[in-house]
């Protein structure tokens, strides 16, 4: 069997979402089956993986982007063992090593640029920016505020829905709370 043939069990089982389809789809089209993807799974021992590493990164590709591109193979190589369409072993390959955090922030003038530019054009967008960089919050966290989040005594929103799922605590300062209170009702009332 072919690895091109084992994605298409990992594809058809494994991927259920349409975004992860779309991603991976377009990992294993693009990066991955042009170079391994007619290599029988026999085949495909660490020599393999490192060319394939070899050829990602002198694309110039993220080292995130190459990280998940191996960890794919390494996925479906799994799922070929898991699912007796060989018999293995998966090479043992090393994945690449990064720091892909980037701190960044908005000098004070770029904010007010920002909220003059987006007070001339809507309202609202004014209000979720000014939230925004009032709290730190993310968008999506945002988004799904409901007024029972609001401890409005203590100035506070307890954020549930968060990208690591770990709910938090967010303090609200004179100008959060001044669109909380815009928006949202204080319980009881």
Known sequence: MKLNEA???YKKFVLQKPKQI??????????IAPVLGAAALEEIKNLQIVQLRNCLE???LSPQTVSHCLSLV???????????LY???VPVFRMPKFDNRRLRFLSASEANLLLQTLHSQSELWHDVVLFA???GMRAGEIYSLQSFHIDFQHKIAKIVDTKNSLSRMVPLN???????QKYFRMSGS
């Open 58 to 60: 002198s694309k110039n």
């Open 22 to 31: 779309s991603t991976e789809v377009g990992r294993w089209d693009i990066h």
């Open 7 to 9: 994605f298409e069990y």
């Open 87 to 89: 018999p293995g072993p």
């Open 174 to 180: 004179e100008g959060a709370m001044s669109v909380v």
């Open 133 to 135: 960089l009032n709290t």
């Open 74 to 84: 390494r996925r479906v190589l799994h799922r070929a063992v898991e699912w007796e």
